[in-house]
């Protein structure tokens, strides 16, 4: 990878600035005409130029079918708090970086930082601002296993352990006719799929994610593993979880989450999610636009337990613990939710999406992202660097 050489600059001036609904040092505001010139083929997604990300992600409700979630009137307060980041430099794989170089290595859209329930750092690239909507991938995920929580606690659901064929019975006399909630939650069905991004002839590159094209491809598939031993990522069976959602609550999804979660926890602005295929349900895999801030709600949400802030249960009470429990196929995934050491954990999606929260510290780290690959280790390793880095200051810091 390369890196720009090391840049000095002061953070404590930048921190206030970028408190700011503007793009950001040097950024200018998107243009909706340059960006409709740009637009790529939605089922090449994956493969996407460096523009057409850039104004793909922004505009997917110009591009593909969506559906609304709407937020309410009352909005969640975030205060903003700039901390003193002067100076602030780290350190990865022996190259000393700013959040400059950072920032244009990864080509981010967008970075909040909050602490305690304060914004203590808020910038964006790429032409966005704190009104863009931006989409978060696989982020989705780690939201409908939000809603799974809602819908048991609701009684729309008896538990994790229920048959998923119970609730789609499409999929009954397939190979997940011993597959429960909680394996589909847990990526470890024992069903085989392939998700290399980079491989054009992938299940995933191929997938088509329609309802009834999602049953037909997954009832051809055959059982590799018994279920919950083998972890094995798998974003169709995600949009298995949405279409048993709405079977179970008997709604859409962005519905549901708009009456749990969006406007009762405060989200400042309506979001979009898109649809599997015209006037069909939510694509539970993938994918919810929305602003950089709803990112950083939802990862407050998350810190709270599913908890509105006066108090309100909207998950079951050990269900945001349940959901961070290391899975017996891997230690590192939970309920649709990926987990660091140290306890913290996060929602991640593919091109840099991230919402990063740590209990220890109280911080959430939000990031938007369009970097040039799908999911490069070096970026993520990078990433980590970068936050870590963060949080020690953030720490030391009253």
């Known amino acids: 990878m390369k890196l720009k050489a090391l840049m000095k600059?002061?953070?404590?001036?930048?921190?206030?600035?970028?408190?700011?609904?503007?793009?950001?040092?040097?950024?200018?505001?998107?243009?909706?005409?340059?960006?409709?010139?740009?637009?790529?083929?939605?089922?090449?997604?994956?493969?996407?130029?460096?523009?057409?990300?850039?104004?793909g992600f922004r505009n997917m409700d110009k591009i593909v079918w969506t559906r609304e979630v709407r937020a309410g009137d009352k909005v969640l307060?975030?205060?903003?708090?700039?901390?003193?980041?002067?100076?602030?430099?780290f350190r990865h794989n022996g190259n000393s970086m700013s959040v400059d170089d950072y920032f244009n290595s990864q080509n981010v859209a967008g970075l909040l930082v909050i602490k305690d329930g304060k914004i203590v750092y808020e910038r964006y690239g790429l032409g966005n601002t704190r009104n863009t909507r931006w989409l978060?991938?696989?982020?989705?995920?780690?939201?409908?296993?939000?809603?799974?929580?809602?819908?048991?606690?609701?009684?729309?659901?008896?538990?994790?352990?229920?048959?998923?064929?119970?609730?789609?019975?499409?999929?009954?006399?397939?190979?997940?006719?011993?597959?429960?909630?909680g394996n589909v939650l847990q990526m470890s069905s024992g069903v085989e799929w392939n998700e290399d991004y980079a491989d054009p002839q992938s299940d995933i590159a191929r997938a088509d994610l329609s309802t009834l094209g999602t049953f037909r491809q997954l009832r051809q598939k055959q059982v590799v593993?018994?279920?919950?031993?083998?972890?094995?990522?798998?974003?169709?069976?995600?949009?298995?979880?949405?279409?048993?959602?709405?079977?179970?609550?008997?709604?859409?999804?962005?519905?549901?989450?708009?009456?749990?979660?969006?406007?009762?926890?405060?989200?400042?602005a309506d979001a979009n999610w898109m649809l599997s295929e015209p006037g069909g349900g939510e694509?539970?895999?993938?994918?919810?636009?929305?602003?950089?801030?709803?990112?950083g709600r939802i990862g407050m949400f998350a810190l709270a337990n599913g908890r509105l802030a006066d108090g309100t249960e909207v998950l079951p009470s050990d269900w945001m613990a349940r959901s961070v429990a290391p899975s017996p196929?891997?230690?590192?995934?939970?309920?649709?939710?990926?987990?660091?050491?140290?306890?913290?954990?996060?929602?991640?999606?593919?091109?840099?999406?991230?919402?990063?929260?740590?209990?220890n510290s109280r911080i959430v780290i939000a990031q938007q992202s369009a970097r040039e690959e799908a999911d490069r280790p070096e970026d993520w390793s990078l990433q980590d660097s970068f936050y870590k880095a963060l949080i020690q200051v953030l720490e030391s810091q009253p």
């Open 9 to 55: 600059i002061s953070l404590a001036t930048l921190a206030l600035s970028m408190c700011a609904a503007s793009g950001g040092v040097g950024a200018t505001t998107a243009d909706p005409v340059e960006d409709a010139a740009h637009f790529g083929p939605p089922d090449r997604i994956l493969f996407w130029s460096q523009a057409q990300k850039v104004a």
């Open 77 to 89: 307060p975030l205060p903003e708090a700039g901390a003193d980041l002067s100076g602030f430099e």
């Open 136 to 181: 978060s991938f696989s982020v989705t995920k780690s939201v409908v296993s939000m809603l799974v929580g809602a819908a048991i606690s609701d009684g729309f659901i008896a538990g994790i352990d229920e048959p998923v064929s119970d609730y789609l019975p499409r999929l009954k006399g397939s190979a997940y006719d011993q597959v429960t909630i």
């Open 225 to 268: 593993a018994p279920p919950g031993e083998k972890f094995n990522y798998n974003t169709a069976e995600t949009n298995l979880v949405g279409m048993l959602l709405r079977s179970a609550v008997g709604n859409n999804l962005s519905t549901y989450l708009s009456e749990k979660i969006w406007r009762p926890f405060g989200m400042q």
């Open 283 to 295: 694509n539970g895999g993938c994918c919810i636009s929305a602003t950089l801030r709803y990112y």
């Open 329 to 359: 196929g891997n230690k590192d995934y939970g309920y649709l939710w990926w987990l660091n050491d140290g306890g913290s954990f996060r929602a991640q999606g593919i091109f840099g999406q991230d919402i990063f929260i740590d209990p």
